[in-house]
């Protein structure tokens, strides 16, 4: 496991270099605008808010590539499985990596604007990518606090609508107020959570949530390329009305479980229903089913996991104690 994610961030600094390399020789540092808009993005006059839908869409863009779908779904589905399985290991081995990356991203900035010649640039990119990740791992307790304070802030910002339907009929005058007492309350309820039970049980669930997603979406698009390919043809049995169902890049069908304004793309699309249409398209109720079961499995798989550590941990205490007494009784003697 270890081993994967440091060669993913090595191909990081591969790519890295690959992508400065004909940035002139003591050119001044870049500047966000300067750094977009080689990419197709034109930031000019944006607001912060917009600049990340720029973002998103280059994403997007990219993963859009029709060569690349297989492989889209094919990772998701082993991450989201590997999640489902251990999410303790592989979320915290993917924070430190991430960490390890940014800072390598800034160090190439850095030495790109000073100047320096491609490999020596690489070699001193990679020195700092593995001091930065080994820093991270020995500081991960304060990186969780971090990971649950984002986790947080979007359960805060996902439950905001009940709030707003509190606040707009007694209190609209202290709106600005109650808002941000209620991204505090639960930005500082996850950190206090982390802090006090410790953050392994916290990523198994954290874990299991985003796991499942990952393998349902990644369950969807390869039941709708199979479909497509007709190799679903006793599906037409089952439903005598299905029409032919709408492809998509992987991505879109993450997107369709977690966001309700999404497009609606899978097998059930152009299907007509009379109980699931709309909002709580065929797609998109399926979907969400596999993606509860799926987190339910997964964490109390964990959850398990972490009792069976405990229990095991107990009964290595308690025999190392009773190990010692007698040696203790023998040196009173």
Known sequence: MKFAFTTFGLLMVAVASDSTENVPRGA???????????????????????VWKHLVQSVETTLSQPKFQTADAACAGVFGLLMLLNGEIVFKWTMVVATGILVMLVAMSELSSLGMHQHLRGLVALEVFLAATYTASKGLDGIMLGVGGLFG??????????????????????????????????????????????????????????????????????AMTASA???????????????????????????????????????FARTPSDTFQGFWNLDR??????????????????????????????????????????????GHA
Not at 28 to 50: F, H, N, R
Not at 240 to 260: H, I, M, R, T, Y
């Open 28 to 50: 001044p540092p870049a500047t966000l605008t300067e750094v977009l808009e080689p990419a197709g993005i034109d930031v000019s006059g944006d607001t912060v808010v917009s």
């Open 153 to 222: 802030l979007f359960l805060a910002a996902k439950a905001e609508p009940i709030l707003n339907l509190v606040v707009s009929g007694h209190f609209a005058e202290h709106q600005h107020q109650l808002t941000a007492a209620w991204y505090s309350l639960f930005v500082l309820g996850c950190m206090s959570a982390v802090v006090r039970r410790g953050y392994a049980r916290f990523l198994a669930i954290i874990a299991s949530i985003l796991g499942g997603a990952l393998v349902s979406s990644a369950a969807a698009w390869i």
């Open 229 to 267: 390919h007709g190799k679903m043809n006793f599906m037409t049995q089952l439903v005598p009305d299905l029409k032919p169902g709408v492809e998509a890049p992987w991505f879109k069908f993450f997107a369709l479980l977690v966001s309700s304004d999404a497009e609606d793309v899978g097998l």
């Open 285 to 330: 109720v399926l979907g969400l089913s596999l993606w509860f079961l799926l987190f339910i499995l997964g964490t109390v798989k964990q959850f398990n996991a972490l009792a069976k550590q405990k229990a095991a941990k107990k009964i290595e205490a308690l025999e190392t104690t009773t190990l010692s007494k007698p040696l203790l009784e023998e």
